[in-house]
C-alpha cells in the first residue's frame, strides 16, 4: 500500500514540482495539496494522509502553528522549507523531520521513507544550527528579572514605567531589554515580545 502525502506550499510551483518529484515513485500517492495551514489541518482530516510536506511561511496560518495543531492526530509532518532558521519551533511544535527546498528528488524520496518508519530527518545546514544551538544552553534561557522586564513591555511599558514599577534604574531596564534581544535572537521590543509569545515565555 503506497505512502499517503499530502502536500502544504501556498506556492503552485513547488506543489507541481513535489508531486511530480514523489508522484513517480512506486510506493508513494499524492492524496491533496494545501495553500495554507488552515487547509492543511482541513485536508489532513479529510484524507488521512500518512505524511504531511509541510511549507513553514505560508498565509493565513503558518506552518509551526499547523503542525502544533496536527500533533497527535495522526500523520507524520515532514517541514520542507527554503529556511533553516525556524528548525527548533518547528521540532518543538511535533515535526518529524525539517528538510530544505534545494534536496534533490531522492533525498526527499528517502526522507519521505524515513519519516514513515519513525525516524527523524534533518538537513544536514539544519542539524548544524541544532547543534550549534544545543552547545549554548543559556540562550534563549531569560532570567526571573529578564521574564519581569519582558511582561512589562509586553504590557506596554515604557521603560521609564518599567524602571518604576520594579523599582530599578531605567538603564537597568535597557541593560536587561539588550540582554533579552540577544537571547532571544531579535533586535527591538515588539520583536522581543513577539518571540517571547512564540516560545510560551509570555502568556495572554
Do not use: C, Q, W
Not at 511535533?94 to 519519516?115: F, I
Not at 552547545?135 to 519582558?150: D, M, N, Q, T, Y
Not at 513591555?153 to 534604574?169: C, D, P, Q, R, Y
Amino acid at each position: 500500500m503506497p505512502l499517503r502525502l499530502l502536500i502544504a506550499d501556498d506556492h503552485p510551483i513547488v506543489r507541481d514540482g513535489l508531486r511530480a518529484a514523489l508522484g513517480s515513485e512506486s510506493d508513494m500517492e499524492i492524496v491533496g495539496e494545501a495553500a495554507d495551514g488552515e487547509e492543511a489541518i482541513r485536508l489532513a482530516a479529510e484524507l488521512a494522509p500518512d505524511i504531511i510536506l509541510m511549507d513553514l511561511r505560508m498565509p493565513s496560518l503558518d506552518g509551526v502553528s499547523a503542525i502544533r495543531r496536527l500533533r497527535g492526530t495522526g500523520p507524520r509532518v515532514l517541514v520542507l522549507t527554503t529556511f533553516d532558521t525556524d528548525v527548533l519551533p518547528a521540532l518543538e511544535a511535533g515535526a518529524s523531520g525539517y528538510l530544505l527546498k534545494d534536496a534533490p528528488p531522492e533525498e526527499l524520496a528517502r526522507a519521505v521513507r524515513a519519516t514513515h518508519r519513525g525516524e527523524t530527518v534533518l538537513a544536514p545546514a539544519v542539524a548544524g544550527r541544532l547543534a550549534d544551538h544545543l552547545r549554548k544552553p543559556a540562550r534563549g534561557r531569560l532570567s526571573k528579572r529578564e521574564l519581569e522586564v519582558l511582561r512589562l513591555v509586553a504590557g506596554g511599558s515604557t521603560n521609564k514605567e518599567a524602571a518604576a514599577g520594579l523599582f530599578i534604574s531605567e538603564a537597568s531596564i535597557k541593560t536587561h531589554l539588550l540582554h533579552i534581544y540577544t537571547k532571544l535572537d531579535v533586535r527591538d521590543r515588539a520583536a522581543a515580545v513577539g518571540e517571547a509569545y512564540r516560545r510560551g515565555l509570555l502568556t495572554d
